[in-house]
């Protein structure tokens, strides 16, 4: 059949009735605690400190339990509900994301997890020129009924030199660079920058992106007049965090990858 303008039209097909298997009943009687998508890249928006707007990447995750009476869940509504809040994640919209998931998924709960690369501008010691340093965050976000979970990660490189090293040798002290790992639960938000310069000021150094040789040498001789094991920099955290009036619930970790040994140091703090 030809339309006015001489095309042939195609009249669409009646849509087949497709088969759902995810809403068919399961007999194994077992609920899944958390089932969903993950590995997922999309853009966001961070608002730091300055209250300048962060444009990002994160790697997502996106789960919800599942009843033990249905075989499966609907793995493309997740898709969906993350594209419904527009080409960019916004951080205030993870609440909205989360009921939004039960909505559409029936569940009880839901959970949503968010890592991404998360940038400061650093003035070097002495010669205050600046550069970026990237630190890696991370959002954990769990929604029972209307109660909201939420804890915030960080993970912070720092410098390390060995007391017990700088304490028997005649002509310095070996040193490494390591990750302290913090994660918080909170009464109040709090910034990413604080929980980081709070980790770094434990540290026997913070790290720069840019060093000049006037630069080196401060940092050099601040690390070697500050030197702590594996033990003494998540203790250090962990006083610092113990002193945070909004801070309910923490746990560091920190890794040291030796400079000298061919293995890591490593030690942990679980508080709340």
Request: glycine share 4%; proline share 3%.
């Amino acid at each position: 059949m030809k339309d006015s303008d001489g095309m042939i039209e195609l009249k669409p097909k009646a849509l087949l009735k497709l088969q759902d298997k995810q809403n068919e009943r399961d007999h194994r009687e077992l609920r899944i605690d958390k089932v969903g998508v993950r590995g997922l890249r999309f853009p966001i928006q961070i608002r730091d400190k300055a209250h300048v707007t962060q444009n990002t990447i994160a790697t997502i995750g996106m789960y919800v339990d599942l009843p033990k009476e249905f075989k499966g869940t609907h793995m493309s509504r997740f898709i969906e509900v993350l594209n419904a809040h527009g080409n960019m994640v916004h951080v205030e919209n993870i609440t909205d994301i989360l009921h939004a998931m039960q909505r559409k998924l029936h569940a009880a709960t839901a959970h949503l997890e968010m890592e991404f690369p998360f940038f400061l501008s650093k003035k070097a010691p002495v010669t205050r020129m600046e550069g970026l340093m990237d630190y890696t965050a991370r959002f954990d976000a769990t929604a029972c009924g209307k109660e909201i979970d939420f804890v915030l990660t960080v993970i912070v490189g720092v410098t390390t030199l060995c007391p017990c090293s700088k304490a028997i040798s005649q002509y310095g002290a070996h040193n490494q660079r390591g990750n302290v790992t913090v994660q918080i639960r909170s009464k109040r938000a709090i910034w990413i920058e604080d929980l980081i310069a709070l980790v770094e000021g434990a540290a026997s150094s913070e790290l720069y992106s840019l060093l000049k040789r006037q630069d080196e040498k401060a940092v050099t001789e601040r690390a070697y007049e500050n030197p702590v094991f594996v033990e003494d920099l998540v203790r250090n955290v962990a006083l610092r965090l113990n002193a945070h009036s909004d801070v309910t619930w923490y746990k560091v970790e920190a890794e040291n990858y030796e400079s000298i040994h061919n293995h890591n140091a490593y030690a942990s703090i679980e508080k709340g």
